[in-house]
C-alpha cells in the first residue's frame, strides 16, 4: 500500500488536477493493483520511448540487473544508455549501486519490473530473452555453468524449449547435488513443462520418465512420502514409462512407488507390484535394479508384520548390491540403496531377535559409509547409529548423533528424517533425566511424521511415545494414542507393531489396576509376536506378563516364563530390553 500511495502523490503532482485524479483513485480503491499498475506504465510512458525501452530490457534481466550486462544486451549507444538510467533514477523507479561501468540497478518494487515487462510484445520479449541468453554464453560462461538456472529461463522465455530443458534439468540435478531439495523440484517442474511442449520427438518418453522420477526424489525429500504432488508426479512418471521399451525405467518408477504404497498402507499391493516386475524383467534387470526390487519387498513385509520374510528379502538384496559397482548404486526413498538396505535389514533382525547379527549390520555400516558429503545419505547413517546406541542404552552418544540429525535436516528442509532425529533426541533425554522434554520431542516428531498422513513407521513412534506416557504417569493420554493408531491403520495392512500396540494396551491395563485385563493382552501380545515371530516384541510383552502375574502372586509361574524366554536369546552386547528383562527376573527369583 505504502507504493499506491506514492504512485498516487506524484500523479497527483504531475497532473496538476488533484480533484480529478483523486476521485478516480476512489473509484478503484477497491483495485489497488490495476490502478498501481496502470500509475506504473503512465509513468514509464511520460519518460518517452527510449528510457522505457531501457526501462523492458532491464526488466528482462530481472529485479536486479548490472550495466554491463544491460549494455551488451541493449545494444545501444552508451551515452543513451547511460542518459536512459539517469531518467529512470531520477524518477525514482529504479535504484542505482555503484559507479558505471561496475553499477549494477535495481527496480523500486516487484511491480514497477512488472509493469515494465508487461509493455512488451510477445516477439520482443522473446527476441530479448534470446539476446540476454546468447550473451550470457558468449561471456559469462563460468556463471550460467554455475547457475544453469539463469540460462535455462530465458531460453525457456525465448522458447527455445529443448536447450532450456537441458539447462533446467542441469540446475535440478546441482540443486539436488547441494541439498536444495525445493530449488531442484521448481526446476525439474520447470524441465518437465520444456518438455511437454516439445511433445513426441525422439526419446521424448523416457526422458519424461527419468524428469518425473528425478522430481519424485527430491519431493521425497522435500515434502515426504505422502505429498499430493509425489503422488501425481509418480503417476506422469509410470505413464511416461509405460511408453517406453526401458525395462530400467519401468523398474525405477516401480521403486520410486514404493515409499508412496508403504506411506498409504498399500504393502501387498506393492508386493504384488514388484512380484511382478522380478518375474516379467529378472533376466532383463540390471542387479542394481532387481536388488532395489527385493530391498522394497523386504521393507514391505516388515510393514506387513513379516520380519522373516523381510528379512530374507533383505538379504537377497544385498547379495545383489555387492555385484555391482558403487558408482552404479541406484538411489532407494531418495537415499543410496545399500545404505537404506543395510538400516532395514538390521531393523528385521533386532525384531526377530538376532541382536548380535543386527549390531554387527549397523557396525558395518558404518564402517562401510563413504557419503559423508551427501547431507541425506548422512542423515540415514546417523539415524542407524542412533537406532544402534538405543538398542545398547548408549544414551549420551543417542542424544549426540540425534541432534546432528535435526541440525543438518533443518539446514536441507528433510522433513521426514528431521521427524527421526527429533524422536531419537526425545529418547535419549528421557533416559537422562529429562523425561517431559523427552515426551515433547517424541510428541513433535510424531506431529511431523503425522502432518505428512503417512502410516508406516507411525505405529512404532506411537508406541515409543505411550511407553513414555506411562512412564509419566500420562495413562490417558497413552490410551489415546492407540487409538489414534487403531483408527490410521484401519483398513490398511499396517501391521509392524501390532504385538507392541496389544502389549502398551496391557500397560494401561495394569496401571488402571485391572490386573486380569492386563494379563489377557499381554497374553496376546505374545500369542501375536510369536506368530510374527517378533521375538523382541515376545520378550518385552513377556517381561511385562511376568510383572502383573507377580502381582497376582504368581510369582513361581511368573520366574518360570520370563526365564524360558530369557535363555533364548544368546548374546555378547548389553541390549536394553535383554538386560530389564533380566532385572525383572533376578527380582522374582530372590
Same mark, same amino acid.
Given at each position: ?87 529512470? *533514477? ?398 490410521? *491403520? ?96 533376578? *527380582?522374582?527369583?530372590?
Amino acid at each position: 500500500m505504502p507504493l499506491f500511495v506514492e504512485e498516487l502523490t506524484k500523479a497527483v503532482l504531475e497532473s496538476g488536477n488533484a480533484r480529478t485524479v483523486l476521485s478516480r483513485a476512489a473509484a478503484t480503491a477497491l483495485n489497488v493493483p490495476a490502478t498501481l499498475h496502470a500509475s506504473l506504465m503512465a509513468r514509464l510512458d511520460r519518460l518517452g520511448s527510449a528510457v522505457k525501452e531501457v526501462a523492458q530490457v532491464g526488466a528482462v534481466l530481472g529485479r536486479e540487473f548490472s550495466y554491463e550486462l544491460l549494455a551488451a544486451v541493449a545494444q545501444g549507444n552508451t551515452v543513451e544508455l547511460d542518459g536512459a538510467l539517469d531518467q529512470l *533514477v531520477g524518477a525514482g523507479l529504479v535504484f542505482c549501486r555503484g559507479t558505471r561501468p561496475m553499477a549494477t540497478y535495481l527496480f523500486k518494487h516487484a511491480l514497477v519490473q512488472d509493469a515494465a515487462y508487461g509493455t512488451l510484445l510477445r516477439a520482443k520479449r522473446q527476441e530479448l530473452h534470446k539476446r540476454v541468453a546468447y550473451t550470457l554464453e558468449e561471456r559469462w560462461t563460468e556463471n550460467t555453468e554455475a547457475h544453469p538456472e539463469l540460462l535455462a529461463h530465458h531460453l525457456q522465455e525465448a522458447g527455445d524449449w529443448a536447450r532450456a530443458l537441458d539447462h533446467w534439468q542441469k540446475a535440478g540435478e546441482a540443486a539436488v547435488a547441494r541439498a536444495a531439495t525445493r530449488e531442484a523440484v521448481s526446476h525439474f517442474s520447470s524441465a518437465i513443462d520444456c518438455s511437454r511442449r516439445l511433445g513426441d520427438v525422439s526419446g521424448g518418453g523416457e526422458r519424461m520418465t527419468r524428469l518425473h522420477l528425478a522430481m519424485a526424489n527430491a519431493l521425497m525429500q522435500a515434502e515426504g512420502y505422502r505429498s499430493e504432488r509425489l503422488g501425481k508426479t509418480l503417476e506422469d512418471a509410470r505413464l511416461a514409462a509405460a511408453n517406453t521399451a526401458s525395462v530400467e525405467l519401468q523398474c525405477d518408477v516401480a521403486l520410486s512407488l514404493a515409499p508412496f504404497f508403504y506411506a498409504s498402507g498399500r504393502n501387498h499391493d506393492y508386493l504384488t507390484l514388484a512380484e511382478e516386475q522380478i518375474a516379467t524383467f529378472n533376466g532383463r534387470l540390471p542387479a542394481a535394479y532387481l536388488s532395489g526390487l527385493w530391498a522394497t519387498k523386504g521393507i514391505a513385509h516388515l510393514n506387513r508384520g513379516e520380519p522373516a520374510l523381510g528379512e530374507a528379502a533383505l538379504r537377497k538384496a544385498l547379495v545383489l548390491i555387492d555385484r555391482v559397482d558403487p558408482s552404479r548404486r541406484i538411489l532407494l526413498a531418495g537415499a543410496d540403496q545399500r545404505v537404506s538396505t543395510q538400516i532395514y535389514l538390521s531393523d528385521s533382525l533386532t525384531i526377530l531377535g538376532f541382536f548380535d547379527a543386527a549390531v554387527e549390520e549397523k557396525e558395518r555400516l558404518v564402517r562401510t559409509f563413504d557419503q559423508l558429503d551427501k547431507p541425506f545419505d548422512l542423515a540415514w547413517y546417523l539415524l542407524a547409529q542412533c537406532e544402534l546406541c538405543a538398542l545398547l542404552g548408549q544414551y549420551e552418544e543417542l542424544l549426540e548423533k540425534a541432534t546432528k540429525i535435526v541440525k543438518i535436516c533443518e539446514r536441507h528442509g528433510y522433513t521426514a528424517r528431521r521427524s527421526g532425529g527429533i524422536r531419537w533426541r526425545g529418547h535419549a533425554r528421557s533416559h537422562l533425566g529429562e523425561l517431559d522434554a523427552g515426551i515433547d520431542d517424541v510428541r513433535e516428531s510424531m506431529v511431523l511424521w503425522r502432518g505428512q498422513g503417512v502410516v508406516f513407521h507411525t505405529p512404532e513412534k506411537a508406541c515409543e511415545l505411550c511407553d513414555l506416557l506411562l512412564r509419566a504417569g500420562r495413562i490417558e493420554d497413552a490410551s489415546q494414542m492407540l487409538d489414534d493408531v487403531d483408527t490410521l *491403520v484401519f483398513d490398511t495392512d499396517e501391521a509392524s507393531c501390532l504385538a507392541e500396540c496389544i502389549r502398551l494396551r496391557g500397560q494401561i491395563a495394569a496401571s488402571r489396576g485391572d490386573l486380569t485385563g492386563a494379563a489377557h493382552l499381554f497374553e496376546t501380545a505374545i500369542f501375536t509376536a510369536r506368530r510374527q515371530q517378533a521375538k523382541l516384541f515376545e520378550l518385552r510383552a513377556v517381561t511385562q506378563l511376568a510383572l502383573v502375574l507377580a502381582r497376582q502372586g504368581h510369582v513361581h509361574e511368573a520366574a518360570t516364563r520370563l526365564e524360558a524366554v530369557v535363555h533364548t536369546f544368546n548374546t555378547r552386547y548389553p541390549i536394553v530390553d535383554l538386560v530389564t528383562a533380566q532385572r525383572a527376573l533376578d *527380582v522374582l527369583s530372590c
